[in-house]
């Protein structure tokens, strides 16, 4: 008689039955049709000891990423064939053993929260995310080591219960670099890398861009507002250009501009219309045209060289940066290591991208399509396609 066929039984790390290593850091489950689903484990194999040994607080991390490469900052569960930051950061999360792995599989276990939501290709330089974890020991430094070098957590700080990083926050800074050939004027000046930019330019430049400060109706810079909507209406302020300065023998600026929140492509048509009048296709009263209630056409500039600079928390540091628990998010001990981030993987990428690709170039021979003295008969409908994001969202860079 012919002895029963028993189970194989598979031991962590033991041959599987191809004959390959299953590893001890990976499950293995079936789905349905038999195909093998892997899942990242955390190294931590009993969780309720881990939460025993280490307390499960709300912190705050800084994060610093390129983002070339990767289809923006948030994860898209069921989507696994763009990669996004989120993905890295929350599989990092999980090996390094402060989050379960069912919150990496459900990320409002661990109340994750960014604070902008940046699209494809756009980097950051001073992120904020919020999340629940286990305070375990050299923290940020076991994170690291599980990310690839283009992506940081630069600091670690603890918030009270309630934090969410992106309602807590005040205000976001983002910087646009750009090479100063873009502002060349187009019948007096060259128009390739060999262009520098003048004191009076740059004066000019200024002066335009001073303009945006204060609350206006930004309608014209976003195709998901209508003129009588009132979410159109933004508050800018600050907003100005720093000295140019050259890299591999092309000249850039960087654009700075700190705002409450921005719409979709606000940022990059704001550029893009200061571009316009200094180049001189438009004259400078389309910017106060394009606050009223006309339709006016504003170029988009390149997404290439927006990041993510700053976010703040001013009210949240009032209330509870001095209270004897929690610190100021606040990140002056940090500032050198963002200033080397930036220095090592986003601006190189952006310059290498612009050489490469030549995007500001192309954007630039679109100029002379664009009617700047026309306007659009009529009043935009209050009823345009609606923003997908809630307001206080970040401008992200979105391509078309």
Known sequence: MAEPVKEAVLEPGGPSPGGGKRGASDHENRSENGQVVKKFKSNVDHESEQSKKYPKKKVALLV???GKGYHGMQRNIGSSQFKTIE????QALVRSGCIPENHGEDMKKMSFQRCARTDKGVSAAGQ???????LIEDI???????????IRILGLKRVTGGFNSKN????RTYMYMMPTFAFAHKDQDVQNESYRMNPET???VNQLLASYKGTHN???FTSQKGALDPSAKRYIMDMYCEEPFVREGWEFVVIKVKGQSFMMHQIRKMIGLVVAVVKGYASEDILERSWGQEKVDIPKAPGLGLVLEQVHFEKYNRRFGNDGMHEALEWVVEEAKIADFKEDYIYPTIIQTEREEKSMASWLGTLPIHDFNATASGVQSSDAKKNNEPDGSDDGGESD
């Open 64 to 66: 610093s990423y390129s």
């Open 87 to 90: 993905d890295e950061l929350v």
């Open 128 to 134: 904020i995310v919020s999340l629940k974890v286990w």
């Open 140 to 150: 940020v430094e076991k994170i690291n080591s599980y990310l690839p070098t283009h």
């Open 168 to 171: 807590k926050c005040d205000a």
């Open 202 to 204: 740059l004066q000019k």
């Open 218 to 220: 930004f309608h014209n």
